[in-house]
């Protein structure tokens, strides 16, 4: 029975990057859940000057996704969360706790720069985290600072999610982030593991992402990272580093 739950992916169609019509966000739908999904998030981009959907474009998106769903039967199920960037936007809804996460929930998805950690990071995530919400990491193998100095995700792994893109374990998104994203895997780092599928022809680089771990950790770390360690993130719990 597929029970994957996957936390990042950019099939609502027209807001972002993500698939541009309904026909592409029903493919990546049935890509994703034919690899073993039965929850599907989708994650639209939340970035100031660059994707920046209204919240009532995004709700009638999600509408129309769930409407084609149910319409040619698909069994997953579909939520919503948003991928926020570490922009002066997130940091005000974050002080007027109306960031977009994962389904109105305490876990909220996030990216920061490529080459710059914003600076006191690690402070501000420990302030959520007290705070009650549970800020997740999208891709951290794609970090600059992360890829020269792998202790900086285990410390900031205190306070936030870990959650490498499974395509990224099979070099999809370049060299230094899929060395990462194997430590991060290997040293028990991560947290949990999503496809952030794009395009339907990511669905290759997601299954050899799942069949690397498979093969290296076992069926119990894919697990860990695609099923129990989502659903506790969902509820708020931060699984500690050696769990996952
Ligand atoms: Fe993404």
């Known amino acids: 029975m597929p029970h994957y739950v996957d936390l990042h992916a950019h099939y609502l169609p027209a807001l972002d990057d993500g698939a541009t019509d309904p026909a592409m966000s029903l493919q990546m739908l049935r890509a994703i859940a ?28 999600f509408e129309a996704a769930q409407a084609q769903a149910v319409e040619v039967d698909l069994t997953a199920k579909l939520g919503l969360g ?86 990224a374990l099979d070099g999809a998104h370049g060299k230094a982030e899929m060395k990462t994203a194997r430590r991060l895997v290997l040293e028990g780092l991560a947290t949990a593991a999503a496809s952030d599928i794009h395009r339907p022809a990511d669905q290759t680089s997601v299954a050899a992402g799942m069949a690397w771990i498979r093969k290296q950790r076992g069926p119990a770390a ?23």
């Open 82 to 167: 948003a991928e926020n960037f570490w922009d002066a936007v997130l940091l005000q809804r974050l002080r007027d706790r109306t960031v977009p996460s994962y389904g109105g929930g305490p876990a909220f998805l996030f990216e920061i720069p490529n080459q710059l950690m914003p600076p006191n990071l690690e402070n501000e995530l420990f302030d959520l985290r007290v705070g009650g919400m549970l800020p997740v990491m999208a891709h951290p193998e794609r970090y600059a600072a992360i890829q020269r100095d792998i202790s900086l995700a285990e410390k900031l792994g205190r306070h936030a999610a870990l959650m490498v893109d499974l395509g």
């Open 34 to 61: 034919a690899l073993g999904f039965s929850e599907l998030f989708a994650t639209p981009h939340q970035r100031a000057g660059m994707f920046m959907p209204e919240r009532a474009a995004i709700d009638r998106a």
């Open 222 to 244: 894919l697990d860990r990272l695609l099923d129990q360690n989502p659903r506790r993130l969902l509820s708020g719990d931060l699984p500690e580093a050696g769990e996952a």
